[in-house]
């Protein structure tokens, strides 16, 4: 324990000045001024009768983030997070050091899942100023609503309607962060390569159980709340069309990490087969 | 009778079905410089891995002060610096916060940082951003880091790969220096023959895996023969004298003769003899082999056979 958290110390000052720790505020960042952008030209024609425009804007924020962004986010993080010890062949002088190798592979999947937390708090806090500036422009009617939801229901209805969009994007991350960095640290010569296997396949696993789950909380939580559902006009979650985007999403996630296993490994200086 | 800081029983390392390293039983003294040698792709480095548990060997054990490496991995590397192949580095941080990211992993005082740093001569630009550094600089840095801890064993890989002369010269000294100054013992390897002539104590040889030779520098040049080359007006006759005198030599090029000597003494009595008989020795050579000769005639035998 004590270890691990000298390995957390050292990484602390690894990733400064890293492209790692910019990324953090620069992925969702982006997301917010892209949907920002899209709300504040095109919202109004979106928005039917009196839809919370909190409850369109942040579900369109938080799945925009969890369908594209985050897998993209997550595999370009850890990859940044692995490839700094890789690129000067940093490991060997790492695993000669008396410390156990699991401490230092623990405090990079903490370093991952720091990253992820900073950007999930810049996606939040993007959301409440995003939404919070949305009134300048008349006709939303936003300022009619609190930032939970309608003001005229309680807010634990509001809070209840977007909680699988929270799942959904946050849930899963954790595991996406080490799935991703147990394929980065797979070496051929490695005995825990087949580990490393029944790893990714039964974290594979559990990320499909929790898109599932986040699913059928959807569902369920459409046909509880049919009512404001067909008042709001729009279904929550159209599955053809949250399926597809998941679909090219995962196919663009697999291009971007093998591109970025690529990044890692195919350098000229790679990590050499023999010494890991 | 110095006892053996590092000890192999028998190392192999096998890679699918290449064998790197066969067989091999290295002792180093306490208090040595040991220069490993051996051409590229000889099992220097897939030995130095072993040596530092990088690797797992195939077959054999490792002991490291006494202590099985397997069993006591982290007490043994406690003890150990090392600089494999190129050095380790985070181009994006100073020189300075590199050694804090490796100091920060272990227990080692912070004012270690400032001792290192002095001794590789890199306090000047310690805040500065590595990338900025030049070869020999991140070199010296690499050096630094394997000191941090106050090894007690140094394992070089390779130490001066890459370097220019000047640069060269620098981590040499700073080589020779450590024993001397902190009693460390070093294990270099390298292909350089000349440059671990200049600093080694001890010499081991390795080839395809195999260990060649090991012992003292002193041995390993008393184990193979001098040579004095005379140059001669009249060929055959010089060889009729040294023919009488039961001499051996080799006739290399016009009225030229390389003959196997012991000592250099032995040069003059060659002289004396060749003198007397009436042939005039236009030029007198007493050639002590370097070690790029030893080691010439040691591989080449090996291919040949």
Redesign the interface.
């Known amino acids: 324990m004590n270890q691990l958290i000298q390995a957390i110390r050292s990484e602390q000052l690894k990733q400064k000045r890293t492209l790692a720790l910019r990324l953090a505020f620069i992925a969702p960042l982006a997301i917010i001024v892209l949907q920002f952008y899209l709300l504040y030209q095109n919202g109004l024609t979106y928005l039917e009768g009196d839809q919370s425009p909190w409850v369109y804007w942040t579900r369109q924020t938080l799945q925009f983030w969890a369908l594209l962004m985050a897998p993209l986010f997550i595999t370009l993080e850890t990859a940044l997070v692995a490839q700094l010890d890789h690129k000067q062949q940093c490991w060997k002088q790492l695993f000669v050091l008396p410390i156990s190798r699991w401490a230092i592979y623990g405090a990079k999947i903490i370093a991952s899942l720091a990253f992820l937390a900073l950007s999930t708090l810049t996606l939040l806090a993007g959301i409440l100023v995003g939404g919070s500036i949305c009134p300048l422009k008349a006709g939303f009617g936003i300022q009619r609503f609190n930032s939970v939801g309608r003001c005229t229901k309680p807010a634990r209805d509001c809070v209840y309607w977007l909680l699988p969009d929270y799942c959904s994007a946050f849930l899963d991350s954790p595991v996406l962060v080490q799935l991703c960095h147990s394929s980065w640290y797979r070496h051929r010569h490695d005995r825990s390569r087949y580990i490393c296997y029944q790893f990714r396949f039964s974290q594979l696993l559990s990320v499909g159980l929790i898109r599932a789950g986040s699913e059928q909380l959807c569902q369920r939580s459409i046909s509880a709340h049919a009512i404001t559902a067909i008042r709001s006009g729009r279904r929550c979650h159209p599955s053809g069309w949250r399926m597809a985007v998941f679909t090219t999403g995962c196919i663009v996630t697999t291009q971007f990490h093998t591109r970025c296993r690529s990044l890692i490994t195919n350098n000229k200086k790679g990590p050499d087969v023999r010494a890991l | 009778m110095s006892t053996d800081i590092v000890t192999t029983t028998n190392l192999t390392r096998r890679?699918d079905d290449v064998t790197a390293v066969n067989n091999l039983n290295l002792m180093v003294p306490d208090g040595s410089i040991y220069g490993f040698l051996g051409p590229n792709g000889a099992g220097k480095t897939?030995t130095i891995?072993m040596l530092?548990?990088?690797?797992h060997p195939s077959e054999g054990e490792v002991c490291i002060f006494g202590k099985p490496l397997s069993a006591e991995?982290?007490?043994v590397?406690?003890r150990?610096g090392?600089l494999?192949?190129?050095?380790?580095?985070?181009?994006?941080?100073t020189g300075r916060?590199n050694l804090?990211?490796?100091r920060?992993?272990?227990d080692w005082p912070k004012s270690r940082i400032a001792d290192v740093l002095k001794l590789v001569r890199l306090t000047d630009v310690q805040n500065r951003l590595v990338r900025t550094y030049s070869m020999g600089m991140k070199q010296r840095l690499g050096l630094a880091?394997a000191l941090l801890?106050k090894p007690d064993l140094l394992i070089l890989d390779e130490p001066t790969n890459g370097l220019d002369p000047a640069g060269i010269t620098e981590i040499r000294e700073l080589i020779t220096r450590l024993p001397q100054e902190q009693g460390i013992t070093v294990f270099l390897s390298s292909h350089l023959l000349s440059e671990v002539e200049q600093i080694a104590t001890h010499i081991g040889i390795i080839q395809n895996g195999y260990l060649r030779f090991q012992g003292e520098l002193s041995a390993l040049h008393s184990e193979t023969n001098e040579q004095v080359v005379v140059k001669v007006n009249r060929l055959n006759e010089a060889k009729q004298v040294l023919d009488q005198s039961g001499w051996k030599y080799v006739s290399n090029g016009a009225q030229k003769l390389s003959i196997t000597a012991h000592s250099a003494s032995d040069a003059a009595v060659i002289n004396k003899q060749l003198v007397q008989a009436g042939i005039d020795v236009y030029h007198l050579l007493w050639e002590r082999p370097s070690l790029e000769d030893i080691f010439l005639t040691l591989t080449n035998g090996e291919n040949k056979s």
């Open positions: 890679f897939t891995r530092l548990g990088l690797i991995r982290k007490s590397l406690a150990i090392s494999v192949e190129s050095p380790a580095y985070y181009e994006h941080l916060e804090e990211v490796f920060r992993l272990t880091m801890g």
